[in-house]
């Protein structure tokens, strides 16, 4: 499998009305997150205001988790609770959702009847390794996977393929198969393990 490594200076980073949000990935490459044609969406805002709503994305489901800081949401007419840390929730992108607190989270926005995905965090301690792979099998409809690994935290080694990231950066393999990966980490690490399948 091959890997690319996304560093910091390689994001783009836009503000909205409650913060910023950092682009970590976009299929297909080089599409505009404006214009609502991508396929999916990796990514990571700075959310700054203490109440604010989620921008309508009609045509994609979304998942969502907190990296730092505290998060409560309100999805349509469900009641508000908190999304603890190392937690992951779904939601379809056209619900209103309204937001409470101050946090940096990680999102993946996935478009409808054309990809399907999962946000898994792995946490390893100060020289912890672990053997990981996607726990769904690709659906017979969306056969090809992509397989994204952010750090946000500490750092990052997958011992087999040879390549590291820091916190802050990405490992991303389009076409992955379904091996297990080694994953390492000298000083512990915080990981959102990205799965995406697509035709």
Known sequence: MEWRHFTRAQYITTAWS???TTQLAIAPEGAVYADRKFLWRLSSAQVELEHSD???LPDYDRLISVLKGELELKIGQGERGALEACTVRG???GVPV???GRCVDFNLMLRKGACQGFVQPIVLPAGGSCQWAAPVPAPQKYP?????LYCAEGDLTLSDAGVQAA?????LCERADASFLHLESKAGTAIMAAVIYTR
């Open 91 to 93: 939601f379809d992108g």
């Open 167 to 171: 916190a802050g950066e990405l490992l």
């Open 98 to 100: 309204e937001s409470w």
């Open 144 to 148: 090809n996977r992509t397989l994204a």
């Open 54 to 56: 989620f921008t309508p």
């Open 18 to 20: 409650g913060g910023t």
